[in-house]
Structure formats: C-alpha cells, structure tokens
C-alpha cells in the first residue's frame, strides 16, 4: 500500500471533513449501543462476509501464480473466519467496531499476508475479452436513438446491466459461473421502474438542458460492467465535449478494474485514429484513484485524482460498494450521481427495495 502522507482528502468533499463526510453508508451500530456486543446489523454483515469465503477460497486455491495455493487458501479461509468470529463476540477486537471498508480491509490484508495478489485475474480478463467484443454493437445501438434524453436512458441503463457482473456476491458468483451472461438480456429485464431511488428524470433533465464541464468517475467492475455499461456513457460525454477522469482502484481487489488494467482495455478498444468508436477522446483521462477494496473512503485517495479532480463539476460513484454500501449520503461541493445495482439482500433491506434494484441518486448544487 501507498503511505498515508500520498494519500489526500478528495478536494471536492466539503470542509471540514470531519463534521461533513462519513464514508459508510449502513450505520451498524449507534453510539447507545454496547461498545462490547455486537449489534444485530453487526452480525448479519459479518455473517454475510463469513458466506463470501468459500468463493474466494475456491479463487485462491486456482491461484497458479501463487506456489502452494491450497495450502495457503486453506489458511485464509481460516483467518479471516477466525477474526470474523472475534469481531461477533467483541466488536471492539481487530480494529473495529466493523463496518463494511473494515471487513473487506481485514480480507484483502490476509490474502495479500499470504502471497494472494490476484485471485480474480483470470475471470476478469475472460470478461474483458467478452465485453471488448461486444463492444462496438453496445455503442450502435446506442448511436442510433436520436432522442437525446432516451439515449442517456439507455446508456443508464447500460450502466445497470453491466454492474450486474459483481464476483463480490456469493449468489451472482454463481451464477457466473454456470452461465455467464447476456448483456442485452440484463438491459432488458432490469427490475420495473420506479427504482428504490430514481433520480433518472432529474438527471435526464440537467443532461438535456445544460452540459457539464468535466466529470470524474470513480468505476467499479471489470468485464461488462468498465467496458458495456461506463464506456458507452463516457464516450457520450465525450462527444459532448465534456473531460472526463474515469477513477480506478490502484491494486486488484475483487473483480475491480484497475487502472493499468483500464489503459489496456482503452487500448484495445481504440481504432486506428486513436478514436473509440469515431468519437475523440484527448479529453479522456484514467487516473490511479489509491484505493485497493472494493469500497471507496474518499477523505484518502491519491495525490493524482485529486489533481485532476479539483475543477470537476460532476462526480460520478458507481457500482454498490462505492456509489451504495460508501457514499450515497456523501455531499460535494459540485453535483454528484450515484448509480449502482443493489445485489445484496441486507443492501436491499436497508434501502427498502428490492434486490437487484437500481440506485440512480442526483443531486444537483445550487449555484
């Protein structure tokens, strides 16, 4: 990991962070509750983590680029089960009390402790060559909604169907691995609108009226999710002249993209005139975001992403972790939109929605 002192405040969150920003969105527990039992929100988050280690267990252990993978899969299993139960019996051990940046903390910490620094990397570069070839198909259809506020739907709704490919679920690892998946299927059967939260029109609305200037995208998800649903839609600003900084994670941590892995995907997706798809993207820019989980803290992120971000006036969170579970309370100096697929049922409660429901929430800073 990068030290703290490269690590910044992401300048758009508003002063002073302290009183303003809480990263998590699910509060599990409230300062009445006893600092030494764990509170029932608590327990079936830490319950929800404990059923996601068979699956990264099953990934480790085919972990080839690691030598006695078994053995040292086997031990992670173990100690994170371990630390899982001592945080039920004493919220307080391990750093916590937990929230759900602390559980995916403690488990990327482990597998990395145990030589693990990749165990999705071949599912995520099978997804990648499957999307990288769906890709120009996504874009003509798009292209060819002349109605402006209809085709930013579709690009949305692009963005939803592609979050859908989410290894972080136990239920959606599996059924990833039995069928893979169908894009244009998953555009088609979202869950009915109204959404759990559905901002589409406001957002619909702004687009159509006003342009932004530079948006900056913190991304999600390899495969479907970077290259059907996120690059259509930044392509579209592009075209529009906006800038746009599209955020990756710096080191691998689920089926996150990263960002080297981004450049790689730009570059294959690129045409001979360095163009995506006819349109110019000198206005495109990929930044290391410094996160490493599948969450987003953004009172620490990179040196870079600040930078570039200073004079955005749109931020973009995608994908449950980082625009749902972190964030979706979260209040910038500028307009802000998250959007993501709700895929875990205690998300879904919470929210009082449905699983695999869509999050699309816009806020828009008076001038």
């Known amino acids: 990991m990068e030290s ?81 139960e001592d945080l039920k019996k004493d919220p307080e051990s391990h750093g916590g009390p937990p929230d759900c940046i602390l559980l995916c903390r403690i488990r990327e910490q482990i597998l990395r402790e145990l030589g693990f620094r990749d165990i999705f990397k071949k599912v995520k570069d099978d997804e990648n060559a499957k999307a990288i070839s769906l890709f120009p198909e996504v ?36 059924v990833f691995s039995n069928d893979g998946m169908s894009f244009l299927a998953s555009c088609q059967n979202l869950v009915p609108r109204p959404w759990v939260i559905d901002d589409l029109d406001n957002f619909q609305a702004r687009w159509v009226k006003k342009p932004w200037k530079k948006a900056v995208i913190f991304v999600d998800n390899s495969g479907a999710d970077i290259i059907l649903g996120i690059l259509p839609f930044a392509r579209e600003m592009l075209r529009r002249g906006m800038q746009v900084v599209l955020a990756a994670n710096e080191l691998p941590s689920i089926n996150d993209v990263t960002y080297t892995e981004l450049a790689e ?44 971000s200073t004079d955005a006036d749109l931020v973009i969170l995608e994908g449950m972790g980082r625009g749902i579970e972190t964030n979706l309370y ?25 699983l695999y429901d869509c999050v699309i929430k816009y806020n828009e800073v008076q001038s």
């Open 330 to 354: 979260a209040q910038f100096k500028c307009d802000s939109l998250k959007i993501g697929m709700v895929k875990h049922p205690e998300v879904a409660q919470f929210l009082g929605g449905r």
């Open 139 to 174: 874009v003509r259809l798009s292209d060819a909604i002349e109605d402006e506020g209809k085709r930013i739907e579709s690009l949305v709704r692009g963005i939803f169907a592609g979050n859908i490919f989410d290894l972080g679920s136990a239920q959606l690892a599996e």
């Open 4 to 84: 703290d002192s490269e690590m910044v405040a992401f300048p758009l969150l508003p002063t002073p962070i302290e009183s303003n920003y809480r990263a998590s969105t699910i509060p599990y527990r409230f300062p009445s509750d006893n600092p030494r039992k764990a509170t029932p929100t608590e327990i079936s988050w830490i319950d929800l983590f404990l059923n996601s280690i068979p699956s990264f267990k099953s990934r480790a252990e085919s972990d080839t680029t690691v030598t006695d993978a078994p053995v040292r899969a086997e031990k992670f299993a173990k100690r994170y089960a371990d630390i899982l």
């Open 265 to 308: 995907i730009l570059s294959k997706l690129k045409d001979e005139n360095g163009q995506l798809m006819g349109v110019d993207i000198s206005g495109l820019l990929i930044s290391n975001s410094g996160n490493d989980l599948p969450v987003i803290d953004l009172s620490r992120v990179s040196q870079e992403v600040a930078y570039l």
